[in-house]
């Protein structure tokens, strides 16, 4: 008995908001709709475009993080997964954090190294089957982006020599 009641709980819990995920959201859609749909969103920003922006992040350590772009109206603009090779490779060396964040989304991790005078921002993503991790390095004492370094995730890759 106590374990139908923890399963017809979890299964009333998740059906208040969808996993994000393609097709979820659809052009031309309101906010209310699509906070309905998904859920509060884990970050909102204001694009230096003026138009709003959602960020649905799958999980804490997630491989996807779904933008919801509004426009003008305040509806649906873009609805895109941001954490992709291409995303990653567009945002240009000397951005402002405020760039990356509007076009990644918020970091799984941030860290600050004082003797080099950085901080790095680790995006884990998925690229095709490969899980993989993004480090936005910034310059602390200029606040830009310096680099953008991908690589393999070693959680997921073998580590037993032959």
Known sequence: MKYS??????????GCA??????????????SAVRAKLGTPAAERKLGSGDAAWYYITGPSGFYTYRVVFGTGGAVADYSQVLTRQNFMAVPQGAAKSTVLDELGPPMEEM?????????????WMDGTFEMLADAVFNLDK????????????????????
Not at 5 to 14: A, F, G, M, Q, Y
Not at 18 to 31: K, L
Not at 143 to 161: E, N, W, Y
């Open 18 to 31: 969808a996993f994000p995920g393609p097709g979820s959201v659809q052009n031309g859609e309101t906010q």
């Open 143 to 162: 606040g830009t982006l310096d680099q953008i370094v991908v690589h393999r995730d070693p959680a997921f890759t073998d580590s037993i020599s032959p």
């Open 112 to 124: 600050s190294f004082q003797r080099t005078r950085t901080q790095a921002w680790t995006y884990r």
């Open 5 to 14: 009641s923890i399963l017809v709980l979890s299964l009333t819990v998740s």
